[in-house]
């Protein structure tokens, strides 16, 4: 799945894996009533599904994510472009 990718339907994803809307949505930040309205067919906005994807078809635990990882995984894809590409293919094959 692309980044910003369509989740074709957030209720059908939350379902599959189990959990109501609150435990759901939470995950995220967004509020019941919120994830309730994106399930009934409200457009979701680019970040929103961008955290589902992150959160629910990538598994990342966003608890773990902080702005220092962030920023190392930047500055190596700058200055070691090679390395950084190497790391991602070698750790997409492992996932």
Avoid: C
Avoid at 43 to 51: A, F, N, Q, T
Avoid at 68 to 86: C, F, G, N, T, W
């Amino acid at each position: 799945m692309k980044p910003f990718a369509r989740i074709a339907n957030p209720r059908d994803l939350r379902k599959k894996l189990g959990l109501n809307q609150i435990e759901f949505w939470s995950e995220i930040g967004v509020t019941q009533s919120g994830g309730s309205r994106y399930e009934s067919g409200r457009s979701m906005p680019k970040p929103v599904r961008e955290l589902l994807r992150l959160v629910y078809v990538k598994n990342v635990p966003l608890a773990t994510v902080d702005g220092v990882d962030l920023r190392i995984a930047e500055h190596l894809k700058q200055s070691k472009p090679a390395l950084y590409k190497d790391l991602r293919t070698r750790v997409s094959k492992n996932a």
